[in-house]
């Protein structure tokens, strides 16, 4: 149903038409909007045979989706930030035991310092914690991608983090046209688990297990990833098949046809690069852009056929691996390492400085004409940085 | 669990006594179908409080929930030696998590519970002190004041055993660990305030609170039945003496627990909604010296000069207790 809606209700709604029967709450800026639909949803009796517990920190809301999930139970939690951080520990334990949680996170910088608005720096933080993680370029997208998720990491047994760009998408209002009730119920099967704790049948979940067999575990959690990279695209393409859209799946060519630039990203952004390269297009540049969906598991190969033909590639990354560069640009170059083509990083956006056309104009104005240095902070004030390298009184050189 | 026949060797001394009691009256352990929630063949070291008191704990709880519950378990001692892959002593349903978080996955199960309308199923969560008082602490007050329904249970053997004995926020005032050594002037754990979870527990006002030891283990099992018959939060904080750690034989488990009650720095009760509504009285109070002696965390105290002045501070603390609770039938 078409509805003009903010993102965060718009998932709310849709998590809720996947019919969890444990979620899992504690509230952060800037989820808490999804969370405060879903109570609703389950106070007013619009979602039933579902619990809605109100725990007392993120690490206990996911060691209660824990226990759910492990029951049998479908779950879902959502978070942000410091609370993705706070739950690390509990992310690696579900899924070390294949479970198949959902979680949205409200993507926001992590501190200090402290900063509630939007980059990726939270998630990207939690890339090798096992979790599929799904980024959302809109709002449509971002309903769309939970549905997917349940079917995804019920099919595989492993948990998703379903990402959206804080405040930027969960609350943008805009036309979303939320999954139907029917059509969800025909899409998403019941859950049912390979192994749940039930007196019938008593499992023992959670074992120790020592250097006999800890690679072998570990070597099998790769292998389920790898899975998804033939499950993320199927279940994509039934999605489209049954609600007649495009939504998921592991990346998204824009205008590569013949381009010899082809700038890379995650998330909302993605909007505001399409905007800028058919501005660079209509002046004559062969540029076009490739939106990765899917970023654990990282879709190697996807990326390399989508890339392969191109000159230079600009990755624009929303966090800042410190010391290093850009998270995404460190997966992408490893994924074009046959390749000759040359790579740029840009990191931009971080902790919600918003991301203009102007800006990713003038720089990729720069990078067709290859001035662009390997790794640049998109908009950097280098007074600010000077300032606070050399603050006035210290500088050493000072006569 | 279907039934399962014990051979009359593992039955226990209790078995005997049983024999003259009604049938209703016999301890779990005596009866041949119990269902052996830790089975024979786990890897804790001889004359283990911990494996003892959580075999009669679950025994008593599978009985109270006719064979229909689910168990969390913190990570520990109790984890470790009961589950190392491919083995598993468990024969319930059983899941271990996380060191921090089995107050809370205990939560999740009984919401799952809840949602699929599995009324039938009880949940137990457990844990040793370093997982419940120290670093599951938020998650079992969670548990508390939300009106969870599940039991939880501590078996407390003051100290982070499983990674060497370190001190915890159970262990007492003056105990040698790893990381409180007797050395220098003070040696042994600082006298703090010390952490009483059970009187925590008691002020979320929660159903049933009850302390028990190894040392009674009727006791034990009709506490865990009390609980059962009761729903929301229910906590149970169990002694659980550690040969390892406390640096006694193995053979003087139970003695020792015992001696750690009749001291009165144990005390054992029961409470309700907040409320103490039993305690177990001091049978023949022995003086907290024979309590430390036999235990080599404590020999600090009983070398050259005797460290009088800091058993007399151990003995107030037990003072107190007896104070607290009444525990000298007399001295009310």
């Not at chain 1, 046209?177 to 192994?195: G, K, S």
């Not at chain 1, 990279?229 to 098949?241: G, K, M, N, Q």
């Not at chain 1, 690069?273 to 990282?298: M, Y």
Request: hydrophobic residues 40%; proline residues 6%; charged residues 20%.
């Amino acid at each position: 149903m078409l509805q003009q809606v903010e993102g965060s209700q718009a998932v709310a709604e849709t998590v809720a038409a996947c019919r969890p029967e444990v979620i899992c709450a504690y509230p952060i800026s800037p989820q808490t909007h999804i969370v405060e639909a879903l109570s609703r949803l389950v106070k007013s009796g619009e979602l039933t045979n579902c619990e809605y517990v109100t725990v007392e920190s993120e690490f206990a809301a996911m060691s209660v989706a824990i226990g759910a999930s492990a029951t049998g139970a479908r779950a879902y939690t959502a978070t942000a930030s410091q609370g993705l951080l706070y739950m690390a520990e509990a992310l690696f334990n579900a899924s070390g035991l294949g479970l198949p949680i959902v979680m949205t996170v409200a993507n926001r910088a992590i501190g200090a310092p402290i900063n509630i608005w939007n980059d990726h720096s939270d998630a990207m933080s939690m890339r090798d914690s096992g979790w599929l993680q799904l980024y959302a370029e809109d709002n449509q997208e971002a309903a769309d991608l939970h549905v997917q998720a349940f079917r995804i990491a019920e099919s595989l047994s492993l948990p998703v983090m379903v990402c959206m760009d804080g405040f930027v998408l969960t609350h943008a209002v805009e036309r979303v046209d939320l999954p139907e009730q029917d059509a969800v119920d025909a899409f998403l099967p019941a859950y049912e688990p390979r192994q749940v704790l039930d007196p019938a049948e008593p499992y023992s979940i959670g074992a120790m297990v020592g250097p006999e067999a800890f690679t072998e575990v570990r070597y099998l959690a790769h292998l389920r990833q790898l899975d998804a990279l033939t499950a993320i695209p199927e279940v994509a393409d039934d999605f489209s098949r049954r609600f007649g859209r495009t939504s998921g799946g592991l990346v998204r060519p824009y205008r590569l046809d013949d381009a010899e630039t082809v700038v890379v990203a995650l998330g909302s952004v993605l909007g505001t690069i399409k905007d800028t390269v058919d501005q660079l297009r209509d002046d004559g540049e062969r540029i076009g852009v490739l939106g990765i969906t899917t970023f654990r598991p990282f879709p190697a190969e996807a990326v390399r056929k989508a890339l392969r033909d191109a000159t230079r590639v600009v990755v624009v990354d929303r966090a800042l691996a410190a010391g290093m560069g850009g998270v995404v640009g460190a997966d992408v170059r490893v994924a074009l390492a046959e390749e000759s083509m040359r790579v740029y990083d840009v990191v931009a956006g971080l902790g919600g400085r918003p991301i203009t056309k102007a800006s990713l104009h003038t720089m990729l104005r720069a990078a067709v004409t290859d001035t662009l240095p390997p790794l640049s902070f998109l908009d950097l004030d280098t007074n600010v940085v000077e300032e606070q390298r050399h603050p006035a009184g210290r500088r050493p050189d000072r006569p | 669990m279907p039934y399962q026949h014990v051979p009359f060797k593992q039955t226990g001394t209790l078995v005997l006594g049983n024999r003259l009691l009604a049938p209703e009256q016999r301890t779990v352990q005596a009866d041949q179908r119990r269902t052996n929630a830790l089975s024979v063949g786990h890897r804790a070291c001889q004359g283990c409080g911990e494996a003892l008191g959580a075999r009669y704990v679950l025994d008593a709880a599978m009985r109270a929930s006719d064979g229909q519950m689910v168990v969390a378990n913190a990570t520990g001692c109790l984890e470790v030696f009961s589950t190392p892959y491919p083995e598993s002593s468990w024969r319930i349903a059983w899941m271990h998590s996380l060191f921090g978080n089995a107050p809370a996955v205990a939560t999740g199960i009984a919401a799952a519970l809840k949602a699929k309308g599995r009324t039938d199923v009880r949940v137990v969560g457990q844990g040793g002190d370093g997982g419940t008082v120290d670093i599951g602490m938020g998650c079992l007050s969670g548990m508390f004041e939300r009106g969870d329904d599940v039991l939880y249970v501590c078996y407390d053997n003051e100290a982070y055993m499983n990674t060497g004995v370190q001190r915890s926020g159970a262990t007492p005032p003056a105990a040698r660990t790893a990381t409180t050594e007797a050395v220098g002037p003070e040696p042994g754990n600082v006298f703090g305030t010390g952490k009483d979870v059970p009187r925590i527990a008691m002020a979320h006002d929660v159903p049933y609170v009850a302390t028990a030891t190894v040392a009674d283990l009727r006791d034990l099992e009709a506490k865990v039945e009390r609980a059962m018959t009761l729903h929301g939060p229910r906590y149970l904080h169990v002694l659980v003496p550690c040969p390892l750690g406390w640096g006694t034989a193995s053979s003087q488990t139970i003695e020792i627990a015992r001696l750690a009650v009749e001291s009165g720095l144990f005390p054992v009760f029961e409470a309700e909604h907040g409320e103490v509504t039993s305690v177990l009285p001091i049978r023949q109070q022995v003086a907290v010296e024979d309590y430390l002696r036999p235990q080599k965390r404590y020999a600090h105290l009983f070398g050259d000069p005797v460290r009088t002045d800091v058993i007399a501070r151990l003995q107030e603390i037990a003072d107190r207790n007896i104070a607290r609770y009444g525990l000298l039938k007399d001295a009310s």
